[in-house]
Nanobody
Framework: QVELVESGGGLVQTGGSLRLSCAAS????????MHWFRQAPGKEREFVAAIGWADTTYYADSAKGRFTISRDNAKNTVYLQMNNLKPEDTAVYYCAANYIAISTKEPDYWGQGTQVTVSS
């Protein structure tokens, strides 16, 4: 069982930055692909970014050029650096883990989410 706890959300102005963290426990996640998803009010959950066990990265078009996913296996933690934030980035951001393979639909393990609000 993998437990995931997100942190780092908050309120930021348009153009600002935030760094989300996701701390994993229960297992060594170095062989897991780690993901970030988000869900805005009234919308379906959507994929944001992922990093594979070999550190390959994938991004949704909305995140390319502005967001960077990274991982620190020594700390069992994954990060999402978000720059040039826009009001449409407002959502609950979820961390997710999947053994080995990247899954842009339904990873096996999920955190509880952290709220990101971008004011205009």
């Amino acid at each position: 069982q993998v437990e995931l706890v997100e942190s780092g959300g908050g309120l930021v102005q348009t153009g600002g930055s935030l760094r989300l963290s996701c701390a994993a426990s229960g297992r060594d996640v170095s062989t897991y692909s780690m993901h970030w998803f988000r869900q805005a009010p009234g919308k379906e959950r959507e994929f944001v970014a992922a990093i594979g066990w070999a550190d390959t990265t994938y991004y949704a078009d909305s995140a390319k050029g502005r967001f960077t996913i990274s991982r620190d296996n020594a700390k069992n933690t994954v990060y999402l650096q978000m720059n040039n934030l826009k009001p449409e980035d407002t959502a609950v951001y979820y961390c997710a883990a999947n053994y080995i393979a990247i899954s842009t639909k339904e990873p096996d393990y999920w955190g509880q989410g952290t709220q990101v609000t971008v004011s205009s």
